[in-house]
């Protein structure tokens, strides 16, 4: 059976004294507020972009300045996405991650980064979680890389549907607790 959601049946009409009750018009506000906010909102950056302490700073200017009103105002909690470390032979930047433990140690730290500039800002209703995707990707990576490599689609650092999966179940168990 459907919920019935009785407010969708009420109408203002001049007979319901309940039209003229405060307490509940604060509580139809209420309504109204609820189903236009969102529970949780993601969000993650470039995946080698917090390696580079310049575009990291950027990154996190842009949080606070340009997304922190914006979640506020939706009254979600923050879920920061951490992305995961990869390696590639032929990537020009790679010099600068050193390896794949290294290069999610840096995407840890700058999310945590990104955290905390959220929290600076945001209330306390809507403190930051992190998301750590990147730190079950390297618990792949140390204990069976040759699996670790399914998690990767062709390219070498987008998620195969392996990596997908593995991204969703940290996804979720970020959200339950």
């Keep these: 059976a459907l919920p019935i959601y009785f407010e969708d049946y009420y109408v203002v009409d001049g007979k319901n004294p309940c039209f003229e009750n405060p307490d509940y018009l604060d509580y139809q506000e209420s309504i109204a507020t609820r189903r236009s906010s969102w529970d949780y909102v993601f969000l993650n950056d470039q995946s080698i972009r917090p390696v580079y302490e310049g575009k990291r700073y950027k990154s996190a200017e842009a949080l606070q300045e340009e997304y922190a009103?914006?979640?506020?105002s939706s009254g979600a909690t923050?879920?920061?996405?951490?992305?995961?470390?990869?390696?590639?032979?032929?990537?020009?930047?790679?010099?600068?991650?050193?390896?794949?433990?290294?290069?999610?140690?840096?995407l840890y730290q700058a999310y945590n980064e990104y955290a905390e500039v959220l929290d600076a800002v945001l209330p306390s209703r809507q403190k930051s979680k992190l998301a750590p995707v990147g730190l079950a990707f390297l618990l792949v990576y140390e204990e069976n890389?040759?699996?670790?490599?399914?998690?990767?689609?062709?390219?070498?650092?987008?998620?195969s549907p392996s990596g997908s999966y593995l991204l969703a179940c940290v996804l979720y168990a970020t959200i339950y607790n």
């Design 69 to 72: 009103p914006l979640i506020l």
């Design 145 to 159: 890389p040759a699996f670790w490599q399914t998690l990767f689609g062709k390219d070498s650092f987008h998620p």
């Design 78 to 106: 923050p879920i920061l996405f951490m992305t995961w470390g990869y390696w590639r032979d032929d990537y020009q930047n790679m010099t600068d991650v050193v390896d794949v433990p290294t290069f999610t140690s840096i």
